[in-house]
Every structure is written in C-alpha cells, then in structure tokens.
C-alpha cells in the first residue's frame, strides 16, 4: 500500500523536526499533494492514525491540502494549469515538460509545543 510507506517516511521527517526544534507534541501536520498524485486521503489519514500511534505524532490532525498542477511554458513565460489529459499551454499550444506543481507530495507544516 503506497499511503503506508508515505506516511510512514512523513512521520519520520516530523520526527526529525521535532526533535530539531524541540517539539514534545505535535497537534497538527499539513500536507500538500499534488493533484495528480494519485493518493487516496482516506487510505492517507487511516494509515496516519495507525502509524503514530505511540509517537510524538499521536493524536495530531493531518490535514491533505489539494495543489493544483501547473506547468511553465518558456515561449509564453507564464505558468498556466495543467489538466490531466490536455498538457499543452493555452497561449501558444506547445508542449511544456516543466511541471511545477501538481506530482509532489511534501510536509508542508508541523503545528505542536
Ligand atoms: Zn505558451
């Protein structure tokens, strides 16, 4: 299950930046995923809760905040959204491999004491 070994390397770098920052309890984490990430939010906070049992991060909210995919286009220099089955720039029709948003996943923010 690919949520499980996401939230799993997630606790770890909340871990690692607690432990940095002197954070005994975390309350809440933000995530940001990519819109075409393909991650199911409810496999996501199911696998969260399981996980951190135990841990700093036991009882913390996880919040999933949706990024919408965007590309650069280097004739046009604008960015412009990316939709999933059209990846051409709006302006000027070619063809942009330079996606800045829209596949990542990332730890966003950590709330605790
Ligand atoms: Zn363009």
Redesign the pocket.
């Known amino acids: 299950m690919h949520e499980l070994s996401i939230i799993s390397s997630v606790i770890n770098m909340v871990e690692e930046n607690c432990r940095d920052n002197n954070i005994s309890k975390v309350e809440k984490i933000v995530l940001k995923m990519g819109e075409f990430s393909y991650i199911n939010n409810s496999a996501l906070i199911f696998a969260f809760e399981s996980l951190s049992k135990d841990g700093i991060c036991e009882g913390a909210t996880l919040d999933i905040e949706k990024v919408i995919a965007m590309a650069y286009?280097k004739?046009?220099n604008?960015e412009f959204h990316l939709e999933f089955s059209k990846k051409e720039?709006p302006?000027?029709n070619?063809y942009s491999m330079d996606i800045t948003n829209g596949y990542e996943m990332l730890l966003y923010r950590i709330e605790g004491e």
């Open positions: 286009c004739n046009c604008k720039c302006i000027c070619s």
